[in-house]
């Protein structure tokens, strides 16, 4: 059973926003991305409240801004999905779930290093470019459920 329903159409999402945010991280930064975006549809919980669709989370604004920084700018996440991304997509709908992303419901790269909370969020770890957060124990426990 995958982690949360999907469609074509959400694989397809998916497999645009990992190569978007991280294509020049390789496969396990992509699948990191795409495991932040499960994440974010499974907690339920703090900023992420509500989101009941892939599409719901991709397109979340937040702050006048879309939460992703990609489908602000544009660049690549609006190219269409190849197959190399689509199967990593597959991986994170399904089951892919790995430290430093493993419960992590935010992403940045700072340009620096990683800062030890963002917004008040523990950093769990960093992975190339990306530092990782999750939220602070006990305020989210959907973040933390298969």
């Given amino acids: 059973m995958p982690r949360v329903q999907y469609t074509?159409?959400?694989?397809?999402?998916?497999?645009?926003?990992?190569r978007a945010e991280a294509e020049g991280e390789g496969r396990l930064?992509?699948?990191m991305?795409?495991?932040?975006?499960?994440?974010?549809l499974k907690a339920n919980c703090l900023d992420f409240r509500g989101l009941r669709t892939i599409r719901q989370v991709i397109f979340q604004v937040q702050g006048g801004n879309f939460s992703f920084e990609a489908v602000q700018k544009g660049n690549v996440f609006y190219n269409p999905a190849r197959s190399v991304e689509r199967r990593l997509a597959?991986?994170?709908l399904d089951?892919?779930?790995e430290h430093p992303s493993k419960y992590a419901l935010w992403y940045f790269n700072p340009y620096a290093p990683c800062p030890p909370t963002w917004y008040n969020q523990p950093f769990t770890g960093q992975y190339?470019?990306?530092?990782y957060y999750e939220p602070q124990a006990n305020t989210c426990e959907g973040a933390y459920i298969w």
């Fill in 8 to 18: 074509s159409s959400d694989v397809d999402l998916v497999a645009r926003m990992m």
């Fill in 29 to 31: 930064g992509m699948l």
């Fill in 33 to 40: 991305v795409g495991n932040v975006i499960v994440n974010r």
């Fill in 90 to 92: 597959k991986l994170t």
């Fill in 95 to 97: 089951y892919w779930r």
């Fill in 128 to 131: 190339k470019q990306h530092c």
